[in-house]
């Protein structure tokens, strides 16, 4: 019986004639979870992982670990049709392992927003919905399309987009922030660094002037705001002189979800104010 839904799963890839209705899905990071419920598939998810907690309904789904980490065990167990996972963060020997022992593991590894539109996409192939991937996709290519018209013209913004406090951890030009960064009209001051997520000095800020900063963190309990607070004293800095020291979810900047889209829009909102965005 597995060897016939195999057969059926990579024939829908290449035809997309498969009854989406009868797989049973398990994804392996939050940002598939979120691609799957956005392409009406929410129902077929079987097993997500521990951090899946958008939208709401896959909060109350099986968890299968974390996409670090993954409960192999726990998978075997729900004996899902299709596996998605993401190169970017699941593990090379779990996936080895799970597709020795017959399970469909299909991979993603979107590197920038174009990516993420693409790979849902593939993503709505796969599972037999291809005009939802392609309304999704177009939906949101509009949008995206309404924010680089509004920005195309004006004075690009400097930015510093700080993910983490202790140590001050940035971005460089490799990462899904700086594409917004970049798409939103605003230059990220630490894209040319050389590590992807580059540990950057007070004084580096200070020297760099920022006009904007951008505080993006999963953590919680006032952590976030104290991120904020201790820019203050800095009154040099141009962001901080003019108050321009903003806190965005995390979710909506370093997932490859359509929720990304969401994130270009809030951070075009930070950098131009004085745009009409009706």
Same mark, same amino acid.
């Given at each position: ?23 049973? #899905? ?50 075997? $167990? ?5 596996? *998605? ?9 779990? *996936? ?7 399970? =469909?593991? =299909? ?31 177009? $939906? ?10 509004? /920005? ?6 400097? /930015?510093?987009? $700080? ?13 899904? $922030? ?35 900063? #951008? *505080? ?29 020291? =903003? ?32």
């Amino acid at each position: 019986m597995r060897a016939i839904l195999f057969f059926c799963l990579f024939f829908n890839f290449f035809c997309g004639l498969i009854n989406a209705q009868s797989i049973k #899905i398990v994804s392996l990071a939050p940002s598939i979870t979120e691609v799957v419920f956005a392409l009406g598939l929410g129902n077929e998810l079987i097993g997500v992982t521990t951090f899946s907690n958008y939208p709401y309904k896959a909060r109350t789904l099986p968890k299968i670990g974390t996409y670090t980490h993954l409960n192999l065990e726990k998978i075997i $167990q729900l004996d899902p049709d299709i596996i *998605i996972g993401t190169y970017d963060g699941n593990r090379e020997y779990d *996936i080895n392992i799970l597709r020795k022992l017959g399970f =469909y593991v =299909y991979m993603t590894n979107p590197r920038n927003i174009k990516d993420t539109l693409n790979m849902i996409y593939h993503v709505a192939v796969v599972l037999g919905v291809p005009n939802k991937g392609k309304i999704l996709k177009y $939906q949101l290519e509009n949008r995206i399309i309404k924010v680089i018209n509004k /920005v195309k013209f004006l004075k690009k913004v400097k /930015v510093f987009f $700080q993910i983490n406090s202790k140590p001050i951890i940035s971005v460089n030009k490799n990462t899904f $922030q700086n594409d917004l960064i970049r798409l939103a009209g605003g230059i990220n001051i630490t894209e040319n660094e050389p590590i992807r997520y580059p540990r950057i000095s007070i004084e580096e800020v200070i020297y760099k002037k920022p006009e904007v900063i #951008i *505080i993006s963190s999963m953590q919680k309990g006032g952590i976030f705001e104290k991120m904020r607070d201790e820019w203050l004293q800095w009154k040099s800095i141009p962001a901080v002189k003019n108050h321009r020291i =903003y806190l965005v979810n995390s979710d909506i900047v370093d997932r490859a979800s359509p929720r990304l889209v969401k994130g270009l829009e809030v951070i075009a909102h930070l950098l131009h104010p004085e745009v009409n965005w009706r």
